[in-house]
């Protein structure tokens, strides 16, 4: 069996599967992503990825008794991994809220403080 030289064409495609990876929970810079206050939508949060925004309703966590930080990451789930279904951020924030770490939690909570 005869191995075959990479071209042109095999190093794009390479590039290309690397820049789907999704961004890093530690990535300060956000790539552009806004987070903002709602407190006049119907849900706890929302993201627009045309916008690149991120809408959290500050309000409704308070009158439901909802927890803040378990919408704050959902939301970030659905930034970091877009092609992920509501199903399966919903499984993933369950199980990986636990184990967020003090910093990243503070992290989270910083992206909307101040509004």
């Not at 999704?22 to 916008?51: C, K, L, S, T």
Request: aromatic share 8%; charged share 30%; hydrophobic share 35%.
């Amino acid at each position: 069996m005869r191995k075959r030289k990479a071209t042109a064409g095999t190093a794009s495609r390479i590039r290309t599967k690397a820049s789907l990876a999704p961004a890093q929970p530690f990535d300060h810079r956000n790539g552009g992503w806004r987070w903002i206050v709602d407190d006049r939508m119907r849900n706890y949060g929302d993201i627009d990825f045309e916008r690149r925004i991120i809408r959290i309703n500050r309000a409704m966590h308070i009158r439901e008794g909802e927890l803040l930080i378990d919408t704050l990451f959902h939301e970030e789930l659905h930034r970091m991994f877009p092609q992920l279904s509501e199903r399966a951020i919903c499984l993933m924030t369950k199980l990986l809220l636990p184990t967020l770490s003090v910093r990243y939690r503070r992290y989270l909570y910083s992206r909307i403080r101040g509004q």
